[in-house]
Each structure stands twice: as C-alpha cells, then as structure tokens.
C-alpha cells in the first residue's frame, strides 16, 4: 500500500503559469518535507513542516511556496515556474524529524516548456 | 548548517566483489545517519541506518561503520549483485531539528 503518494506523476508546465503539486500520506507523520532533485545530483530540502509550523531553507526561490491545510496533505506551488525548476520533485514523511526515517513519495516529474 | 560530503560520485564492481561508500559530515551534533537507495526513476529507500551509539550496524550483505571522532561514516556493501546498481544517498540529521540532509550520491554499477 502506497504511503506516501504524490500527484501527477508527471507534469508539463509552461513558463511562467503557476503549478502546484501535491502530496498525501496515510502515515499520520508530524512531518512532511518537499524536496527537488536535478538529474544525477541529491536531493535538496526546499522547506518543511512540523505539524503545522512551517520552515524554510534559507536558499529556496521565493518562487516555491507550500501549504499543508491538514496532517495528510501537504502542496507545492511554484508561482512562476523557469526552465530551471524543471526537476524531479520529491515529497517525504517522518514522524518526527531529526532522527527518524524519511518516507518517500514517487515524486512528481516537472517539465517546463 | 549541516554539509554531508559523499565519495566517491562512481563506482563500478564486478559482481561479488565490495564497495564502499564513504561520507563525512560538519556537524558534530548529528546523531542519526541513513542510507538511501535510488533506483532509476524510483523513490529514494532506506536500505540501513546508524545511531551515533553506535559504531556498527550490520543488514545481511549491508553493513554501516560510523566514526564519530572524524565525523565520517561508511556504507560497506560485500558480494555485490547487479541489482545493487543503484545511487547511493547517504544522509544525516539530529533530534533537536527536522532536516536531513543528504550527501550528493554515489552511482553504483555493478557488472556481471
């Protein structure tokens, strides 16, 4: 059974238009982080939440924001997407932060045309 | 902030043989350190995790070693198949803060 599950799988975006992606988890976790992945590079934590306080990397575009309306769902929106937020986008679980196993969602693929 | 430091960024065995993963990280409070696997196209797994109580931690053909003196860990995999190829994130975190922080990653072939 999927736990973490995010949708679309893929989504294609034109410069500029606003996107948002989404992410679920029935795993009743504290905390939910969104990641973005570049091809063959790490993972790179864009923000997170714990419960509802929200906590964002300090080097994240203000062009991303992230909701999290309740425990299970949590979205990104980009404001206006560039060429360079193609990328594939990752959302993931804990129970609580530090010290606990991340979950993975099968992530979101953007493509910006 | 947390810098977790992945070597090397290839690496290529021939099936049975070992490979060993090093990572080192800046921040000496960091006390929990997993290991994620990353198959092409798929979500990031963790496939083994160390606390800083301990040195050692063993998972069939997967073992970690941690060093907490120099701050580096080791993901130590022996009788390697090709389905261990992969990418290869080592991570750390500490209790007292939610973020994990990985290291840039370390492709793994492993050729029959």
């Known amino acids: 059974d999927a736990m973490v599950i995010q949708n679309p799988r893929y989504q294609v975006t034109q410069f500029g238009k606003p996107v948002t992606l989404s992410c679920s988890q029935t795993?009743?976790?504290?905390?939910m982080y969104w990641y973005q992945q570049k091809s063959s590079q790490a993972p790179k934590l864009l923000f997170h939440?714990?419960?509802?306080?929200?906590?964002n990397e300090a080097d994240t575009p203000d062009n991303f924001q992230s909701r999290r309306p309740n425990t299970s769902f949590c979205f990104l929106d980009i404001r206006s997407p560039g060429l360079g937020d193609a990328a594939m986008y990752l959302c993931?679980?804990?129970?609580?932060?530090?010290?606990?196993?991340?979950?993975f969602g099968q992530g979101t693929r953007l493509t910006v045309v | 902030g947390e810098n977790v430091e992945q070597h090397p960024s290839t690496l290529s065995v021939q099936e049975g043989d070992s490979a060993v993963i090093k990572c080192t990280y800046s921040?000496?409070?960091?006390?929990?350190f997993p290991w994620y696997k990353q198959e092409l196209g798929k979500r990031p797994q963790l496939i083994i995790d160390?606390?800083?109580?301990?040195g050692e931690k063993k998972d069939q053909r997967i073992a970690v070693t941690l060093n907490k003196t120099a701050k580096h860990f080791s993901l130590h995999i022996t009788e390697t198949q090709p389905e261990d190829s992969a990418v290869y994130f080592c991570?750390?975190?500490?209790?007292?803060?939610?973020?994990?922080?990985f290291g840039t990653g370390t492709r793994l072939q492993v050729f029959p």
């Open positions: 993931a679980t804990s129970v609580q932060g530090g010290g606990t196993e991340a979950f």
């Open positions: 795993l009743n976790h504290n905390v």
């Open positions: 939440y714990y419960d509802k306080d929200f906590n």
């Open positions: 921040d000496s409070a960091s006390n929990y």
């Open positions: 160390i606390r800083s109580n301990v």
């Open positions: 991570a750390a975190s500490k209790t007292n803060t939610d973020k994990l922080i």
